[in-house]
Structure formats: structure tokens, C-alpha cells
């Protein structure tokens, strides 16, 4: 398929996504923040200005508004309205919340937190000591052994601080290349687009780039134009569609 065509496919399923809202639904029925974040943010990839998007706005400043603030909905929310010029202030209450609790078992759930609390001026510098903790002799993080996504956001982590990544994580994350990608651990087993993402990302930040994941991602593509999780299975998502897009981009130079 040309680079054309494949951009288009991924707007038609993109636009599919659409709820009359304003936001973007997984499949149908009523839009969340965590699908309108990653259409949105596919759309910026593909260059593209989304139909409705002053709506779509609309609708996210209205959620945020109500102040329902789980950490990875409050991220992918403050992070677009951010972008976009819109309200994403958080009440000092929450702030103090978000500084007490961030030290979490999974560290994505830290990264979004960390994220949020560095998007309103809070730079805490026990946020990446305590991450530098949680790295385990094999090079890699996690509370309860290392995974390459407990790694990836690490980094993201210590990036977002400039702090010097420790030695040891190129060596962990090239422990769970095989097959010309990237799986959960040096010993599991099939790789995932979120652990092809993640050892992408890592390659990028460390190493300056990723490798030519392309094929392996193209395998991914739905009928719908959108991508799936696993080579075995799975509906589009809009969060797969952007790691895919995210990877075709980066490695290809394309589209």
C-alpha cells in the first residue's frame, strides 16, 4: 500500500471514531479522553487538522471542567488542552495530591502523574530518585521484576528531569529484542505494539533513533484502516493506530 493511501485509510477510520459530541469513542457509543488524546494526537501526525476540532475541544474542557481526575485521563486531558490553548488548570487541592501519591507500582501511572504535575510549574526532585529505586540489577525497572514499559517510562521519567538514565537499560532493553522487535521480558512471548512502542522509544531517546519496525507494524493493520494490538488478534483502537503511526513515521519517514 503507497504512503497515500495508507494516510487516508487511517483518517477514514480515525474520522469513524467520531462521536456528535465532540470526543472519540473506542468503537461506539459515548467518546472518552483517553481515545480523543489518541486520535488527536494521530491526526497532528499525519499533519492533519480533525473535522469539528474546536468541538472536540469543546467537549474535553467540558470533562475537565467536572473534575474527574484518575491520573491517565487527567494527563491525556491537561496534555491537549494544554496544546491547544484551552484551560487545564488543576485545583491546588489535587496538586498536593498528585505530590503525596505518585509513588505507584506501575510506573506509567508515575510518568502520567509526574507529567501532570510538571505541566502546572511542580518540578519535584524526589520524583526521579524514587525511579532511579525502582531499577533492578538486570538493567531494567519494575517493583515486582523489570519489563521493558515499566523501563520506557522510566526513562520518560528521568527525560522529562534531565537526569542521566543509568547504565544498564540499553542492556535490558536489547535482552528483549528478538525477531526484529521488542517483547515484555528477555523470555516472553508474543511482542505486543505497546512493547514494540516502548523499546522503540527507548532506542530513540538513548540512542538518538529507532530501528525499521515497519514491517512488523504493517502486520497489525485492520481491514477498518486502523491497527490492532497483537498479530493474532484484536479490534482498532485509536491508542494502537498512533503507536503504529508513530512507528511507520519515525522509521519510514513517511506520510
Known amino acids: ?20 459530541d465532540g470526543g472519540y469513542t473506542l468503537f461506539e457509543g459515548l467518546p472518552d479522553t483517553k481515545n480523543t488524546y489518541y486520535a488527536l494526537r494521530s491526526f497532528e501526525l499525519l499533519g492533519d487538522e480533525p473535522g469539528g476540532l474546536e468541538k472536540t475541544l469543546d467537549w474535553l474542557e467540558d470533562v475537565h471542567s467536572r ?25 491546588d487541592k489535587f496538586i498536593d495530591l498528585l505530590k503525596a501519591s505518585y509513588r505507584k507500582s ?11 504535575l510538571r505541566m502546572h510549574g511542580e518540578y519535584l526532585e524526589e520524583v ?11 538493567g531494567g525497572f519494575g517493583r ?3 519489563d521493558i514499559i515499566n523501563t520506557y517510562f522510566a526513562v520518560e521519567v528521568l527525560k522529562g528531569h534531565e537526569v542521566d538514565v543509568p547504565e544498564g537499560v540499553l542492556e535490558f532493553t536489547d535482552g528483549c529484542f528478538s525477531g526484529g522487535v521488542w517483547n515484555f521480558t528477555p523470555i516472553s512471548y508474543p511482542p505486543y505494539i505497546e ?23 504493517m502486520g497489525l493493520r485492520n ?33
Open 67 to 91: 473534575g474527574s481526575f484518575a491520573a491517565q485521563g487527567l494527563f491525556y486531558r491537561c496534555s491537549v488542552l494544554r496544546d491547544y490553548g484551552r484551560d487545564f488548570s488543576v485545583s
Open 223 to 255: 481491514p477498518d484502516g486502523g491497527f490492532r494490538r497483537s498479530v493474532y488478534m484484536g479490534i482498532s483502537e485509536p491508542e494502537y493506530t498512533y503507536r503504529a503511526l508513530y512507528m511507520i513515521i519515525k522509521s519510514k519517514k513517511r506520510l
Open 128 to 138: 526521579p530518585e524514587w525511579v532511579l529505586s525502582q531499577q533492578n540489577p538486570d
Open 195 to 217: 512493547t514494540v512502542h516502548a523499546g522503540f522509544r527507548i532506542n530513540e531517546m538513548l540512542r538518538g533513533s529507532g530501528l525499521d519496525v515497519s514491517d512488523f507494524v
Open 106 to 116: 506501575k510506573l506509567e501511572i508515575t510518568y502520567y502523574m509526574d507529567s501532570v
Open 144 to 146: 515486582y521484576g523489570s
Open 1 to 20: 500500500m503507497d504512503d497515500h493511501r495508507l494516510g487516508d485509510s487511517i483518517r477514514e477510520f480515525l474520522n469513524k471514531r467520531r462521536h456528535p
